[in-house]
């Protein structure tokens, strides 16, 4: 097998086991709230528990002076963000079956692009647009407005779940022009706990050990996921492994049945497929623009 193709299989199976811990992760905080857990505990322990994973990576990767940043205010910005992006998921995770939270997240790819045409003024075609039509109809199917089968409120706690991801994919991409992946996540991490363990400090309570445990495994395999998703970039194209973010539904679905006795609704089936299709089409047309601004430019170039 040539390099390349062993690169890309590792990017892709690096984002196959991030998914499934991603999925993992949302399991336990479902898991955690049905012990007496509370959302501020799941978010502190998920962020507490990250940091010594990530720094330990940074140690035996770029070394701690890579944590060194220029940009502080910059990681202020992005963690603000990131917490208020994190109060969404979470709640989405709560607040709905898993199977419906994972199929709304699906919706990022749309969000990101109506931020890339209205804020950072992004030509974006028809061919796009008409994708977040699209996408935006099969929310609709799954959220099934009036209907009164699906909580309205959960579904736009789910929708402003994948807007914030969105937000901070752009954030991040700002960021990234001058800090390292390692640097971003670290700083994000440790930021984040002195105001979650502001609000923890009054939610203390006891629990038995096994609530412990969920509590630690939440941000032990939150930060493992974390480091799997900028790994996996690392050795394959974004538009590469994007894809492989869909089959958290097989994952949403299995621990939904397996742990909470919940199925997805006939309307889920069937919106779930277009919004993946809008999301899949979003991906592959921001790919062949990307490949004609490419050759334009080493046409360009060497003319």
């Known amino acids: 097998m040539p390099a390349r193709d062993e690169r890309i299989f590792a990017g892709l199976a690096l984002r196959l086991f991030a998914v499934a811990c991603l999925s993992t992760m949302s399991a336990l905080i479902k898991l955690a709230e049905t012990r007496g857990a509370t959302l501020a505990e799941t978010m502190f322990h998920r962020q ?14 770029p070394g701690l002076g890579s944590i060194r940043t220029q940009r502080f205010g910059a990681h202020v910005t992005r963690t603000a963000i990131g917490l208020t992006g994190m109060v969404f998921t979470f709640g989405a995770v709560l ?4 199977a419906e939270a994972t199929t709304l997240n699906f919706t990022v790819p749309i969000f990101a692009t109506l931020l890339g045409a209205l804020v950072l003024r992004e030509k974006t075609g028809w061919h796009r647009w008409g994708a977040v039509v699209v996408g935006f109809v099969g929310v ?10 699906f909580p309205l409120f959960g579904a736009f706690v789910g929708l402003m779940a994948a807007l914030f991801v969105a937000i901070v994919a752009i954030t ?11 640097t971003t996540v670290f700083w994000f991490s440790v930021l984040s706990l002195p105001p979650l363990g502001l609000v923890y400090s009054f939610q203390l309570q006891s629990h038995d050990w096994l609530t412990w445990a969920n509590l630690v495994a939440i941000g032990l395999v939150g930060g493992v996921a974390q480091l799997a998703l900028t790994a996996s970039v690392r050795f394959a194209p974004v538009a590469t492994v994007i894809p492989m973010d869909y089959s958290s539904l097989i994952w949403g679905t299995f621990y939904g049945w397996l742990i909470f006795g919940a199925w997805p609704t006939p309307w889920t089936w069937i919106g779930a497929p277009i919004i993946i299709a809008s999301g899949l089409y979003i991906v592959w047309r921001e790919r062949v623009l990307h490949l004609r601004q490419t050759e334009s430019v080493t046409d360009a170039a060497t003319s």
Do not use: C, D, H, N
């Open 140 to 149: 609709l199917v799954v959220a099934q407005p009036g209907s009164g089968q």
């Open 48 to 61: 507490l528990w990250a940091v010594p994973i990530v720094t330990a990576w940074i140690m035996i990767g």
């Open 95 to 98: 607040l709905l079956p898993l």
């Open 172 to 182: 991040l991409r700002q960021i990234g022009k001058t800090e390292s992946a390692g």
